[in-house]
């Protein structure tokens, strides 16, 4: 699923319920996050529901290059932030490490209309996993 299949499905869907309820099944589609990933090091803070992320540099890992990547997982004991996690997954997948720096995930979402849609504390909890992702990101680089 891409960025622009989001973008369609959203635009047929007509209410809010049913675009969360949308998110939610995207939530429901990532695969299991291990318990052993369940560590103090990957929770994400900020978040009002408790959030991991794991993340490992995949691809060659030579700085520049097309497959110098992240790989990521995750999971949220609330729906909706799943959903968000797996949304975040699909907007940064496949990308560079150095092209996740300089994208506006927070800035996709207003796109779609979610980020007025979210409450203070969620949108809050998205910039904490936006934030953490970049800095997986820098911290890859910088390797």
Same mark, same amino acid.
């Given at each position: 699923? #891409?960025?622009? !299949?989001?973008?369609?499905?959203?635009?047929?869907? &007509? &209410?809010?319920? !049913?675009?969360?309820?949308? /998110?939610?099944?995207?939530?429901?589609?990532?695969?299991?996050?291990?318990?052993?990933?369940? #560590? &103090?090091?990957?929770? /994400?803070?900020?978040?009002?529901?408790?959030?991991?992320?794991?993340?490992?540099?995949?691809?060659?890992?030579?700085?520049?290059?097309? !497959? !110098?990547?992240?790989?990521?997982?995750?999971?949220?004991?609330?729906?909706? /932030?799943?959903?968000?996690?797996?949304?975040?997954?699909?907007?940064?997948?496949?990308?560079?490490?150095?092209?996740?720096?300089?994208?506006?995930?927070?800035?996709?979402?207003?796109?779609?209309?979610?980020?007025?849609?979210?409450?203070?504390?969620?949108?809050?909890?998205?910039?904490?996993?936006?934030?953490?992702?970049?800095?997986?990101?820098?911290?890859?680089?910088?390797?």
């Amino acid at each position: 699923m #891409t960025l622009d !299949d989001i973008r369609a499905d959203f635009a047929l869907l &007509d &209410d809010w319920e !049913d675009r969360y309820r949308y /998110v939610i099944e995207l939530g429901r589609a990532l695969p299991a996050f291990p318990e052993a990933l369940r #560590t &103090d090091a990957n929770k /994400v803070r900020g978040c009002a529901s408790q959030v991991w992320l794991a993340t490992k540099r995949a691809g060659s890992g030579a700085k520049g290059s097309a !497959d !110098d990547t992240l790989e990521m997982q995750g999971m949220s004991d609330a729906h909706i /932030v799943q959903g968000l996690i797996a949304l975040l997954f699909i907007i940064y997948k496949g990308k560079p490490l150095d092209e996740i720096l300089k994208i506006d995930a927070e800035g996709i979402f207003a796109s779609l209309g979610l980020k007025d849609h979210l409450t203070p504390q969620r949108s809050n909890g998205l910039a904490s996993m936006v934030k953490r992702i970049r800095a997986d990101a820098a911290e890859m680089l910088a390797a």
